[in-house]
Every structure is written in structure tokens, then in C-alpha cells.
């Protein structure tokens, strides 16, 4: 097979692939069905072309045949009347048209066999289209009933682009749902451990740092107490109000502190 033979069939075999994919079978049986009607339709308008010429032909044998009885009563006549010639050329025209008659009923007899044969062409054909429409929509019935059980069992086993991207979305969906109950949770745990009292709080730095000492304070006074009551029993009025004035003391020097701190850093900026 030469070079060009070679590419002559590949390239009919790639145009007869494409053709093959894009070809709908249920399309192609109508097309056909439709096409088997335009040549019946055919054959009949040829069926009634060919009766319609023997008519004409039966038509003018009917008016030969009058002509041949008429020619005949002018002989009989023209015999009547003793007029020999005349009588000879009535029957001369009346053979005449008796071959005349003869032909045409030859043509007429092969007419009539031509219709015959064209007839049984018609019903024969007509038959095979009858079946034919049977078959097609039994094929389209089952092409239909293959299609959708495809597409069924692809809905069933997502094997579709369609439920693949779904697929994705749910698990997409899936992760988000997770971080956001992740989040959620840890903002639970937070808000129970008290992490976010300080920023819910209206309490600045100062304040913070203050009852942090004032509970430092508090916690080195109980604890003195509780010494004092583990060493030497029943503890004695007169000392825990000396440890509630000291307390008081501690945290009036803190305040001051604080406040003689907060007065030299607005001096300092006054002066700069």
C-alpha cells in the first residue's frame, strides 16, 4: 500500500470515527424510514402516470371501435344504394382502424402488465415498510431503555464529572464544618478558663496590677494567720487587726507609688 492509499484510509477511518460518534442511531432509522415513504410515494405517483396513459389509450380504442361500427353501417349502406366504391372505402378505413385497434390493445395489454408488476412492487414495498417501522421503534424503544439505564447506573456509581465535583463540595464542606466546630470549641474552652475576662473587662493595666498586689497582700496575711494559729493556737484579735492595718498600709503606699509614677511621666512630657 503506497503512502497515499495510506493516508487516503486513515483519513476515512478518522471522518468515519467522528461520523460514528456523532451519529444518533434514533435519527438515522427515522431519516431511513422517512426516505423508504418518498420512494413509495414514488411508485405510486408512477403507478397512476402509467394508468392514467392506459386510460388514454383504452379512450381512444373506444373511439376507434366507434369509428369501425360507423365505417361498417356506411358500407352496408353505400351496398343499399348500389354504390360499390363507396362501400369499399368504408371498409377499407374500417381495416384500418382495425389494425389501428389491434395495436393499441397490444400497448394497453403491456400497460396493464407494467401497472400489474408496479402494484405488487408498491404493496410488497409497503410491507417491508410497515416492518420496517416496527423494527425502528423497537429499536428506538430499546436504544431509549439502554440509554437511560446507563445513565442510571452511572447516577448510581458517580462515576459522572458531575457527582465527582459534588463529591469534592461535600468534603470541602466537610473541613470547613470541622474548623469551624474546631474554633468554636476552643473559644469555649477559653471563655471557661477565664482568658477572656481581661479584654471583656473595663479594668486598665493599673487596676490589673493593683488587685494583683492587693491579693498577693491578702494571701501573705492569711498566711500569717494561719501560722500563727497552727503555732500557737487561738488567734489573738489585737493581731489580725494589726495584719488588716498593715494590708490597708501596703495598699495605700502601692497607690501612691503609683500615682507619684503616672505624676513624673506627665511632668516628663510637659517638659519635653
Known amino acids: 500500500m503506497g503512502i497515499l492509499s495510506r493516508t487516503s484510509y486513515?483519513?476515512?477511518?478518522?471522518?468515519n470515527s467522528v461520523l460514528n460518534r456523532a451519529e444518533d442511531p434514533t435519527e438515522t432509522l427515522d431519516y431511513s424510514y422517512e426516505q423508504m415513504r418518498d420512494q413509495l410515494q414514488?411508485?405510486?405517483?408512477?403507478?397512476?402516470?402509467?394508468?392514467t396513459q392506459k386510460k388514454r389509450l383504452e379512450m381512444q380504442k373506444k373511439r376507434l371501435e366507434e369509428n369501425v361500427e360507423k365505417h361498417n353501417d356506411q358500407a352496408r349502406t353505400a351496398v343499399q344504394r348500389d354504390r360499390e366504391d363507396l362501400a369499399r372505402r368504408a371498409l377499407e378505413k374500417k381495416k384500418t382502424k382495425m389494425t389501428q385497434i389491434e395495436d393499441l390493445e397490444g400497448q394497453i395489454s403491456k400497460l396493464q402488465s407494467?401497472?400489474?408488476?408496479?402494484?405488487?412492487?408498491?404493496?410488497?414495498?409497503?410491507?417491508r415498510i410497515e416492518e420496517f417501522r416496527t423494527?425502528?421503534?423497537?429499536?428506538?424503544a430499546r436504544h431509549e431503555a439502554a440509554?437511560?439505564?446507563s445513565t442510571v447506573s452511572e447516577a448510581m456509581t458517580a462515576t459522572g464529572e458531575e457527582f465527582e465535583d459534588v463529591g469534592r463540595a461535600i468534603e470541602r464542606a466537610e473541613e470547613q464544618t470541622e474548623d469551624m466546630e474546631a474554633r468554636a470549641a476552643a473559644l469555649d474552652e477559653l471563655q471557661e478558663s477565664g482568658a477572656f475576662e481581661d479584654v471583656l473587662s473595663d479594668k486598665d493595666q493599673i487596676d490589673r496590677e493593683l488587685e494583683g498586689l492587693s491579693t498577693d497582700s491578702g494571701v501573705e496575711a492569711e498566711l500569717e494567720t494561719l501560722k500563727s494559729e497552727v503555732g500557737g493556737g487561738d488567734v489573738d484579735e489585737a493581731d489580725v487587726a494589726e495584719a488588716e492595718e498593715d494590708v490597708e498600709e501596703l495598699e495605700a503606699q502601692v497607690d501612691d507609688?503609683?500615682?507619684?509614677?503616672e505624676l513624673e511621666e506627665l511632668q516628663e512630657e510637659e517638659n519635653s
Open 10 to 15: 486513515v483519513i476515512r477511518s478518522k471522518i
Open 42 to 51: 414514488q411508485v405510486k405517483r408512477g403507478i397512476a402516470d402509467l394508468t
Open 114 to 127: 407494467q401497472q400489474d408488476n408496479l402494484i405488487d412492487q408498491k404493496n410488497e414495498l409497503q410491507n
Open 135 to 140: 423494527k425502528k421503534e423497537t429499536m428506538k
Open 147 to 149: 440509554k437511560a439505564s
Open 257 to 261: 507609688d503609683e500615682i507619684d509614677s
